[in-house]
């Protein structure tokens, strides 16, 4: 048996539209109902608009929409992009998988576009390592430095 919040849940909210005017209502009236179908939204705003000469009307007389679900998808799309540029800002520097090193020109929630040389590219975010900027030399001075390092030091 479902408990009282799974069928809470399982309600979403509607916005039920008249497109075309019935009766007393005009083009533009709406009502916003808690329904679990399309169908069961039109009947609830019916009774809210007290009009029982409505359900002869025709099914294109109505639009309904769901609410929250486009605005609960947006955000959350919103929130994977935001994480995926905080990992890689646009101009960082990125070292590919495959061995090459570029620049992030841009990023969507499941791929990085990557400039190297005149070419572009995109990559997913699991082929790409992002490179922390280093202060004077940059990273490939300071991988040259190291190897001329190693090359000085005699092996004890």
Known sequence: MKTFKEIREAMSTWTVTVQKPVNKLKKGDKQVVKARSGFEAINKAMKLWKDPALKAASADSFKITKEGLEEALDENL??????????????????????GIGTVLSVTKDSVKVGVGKKTMNHKPSELIAMKKESGAGFEGTHKLIKRLKKDTPNA
């Open 78 to 99: 919103r929130k994977q992009i935001a994480q995926m540029a905080s990992q890689f800002p646009e101009g960082s520097k990125v070292k590919m998988k495959h061995g």
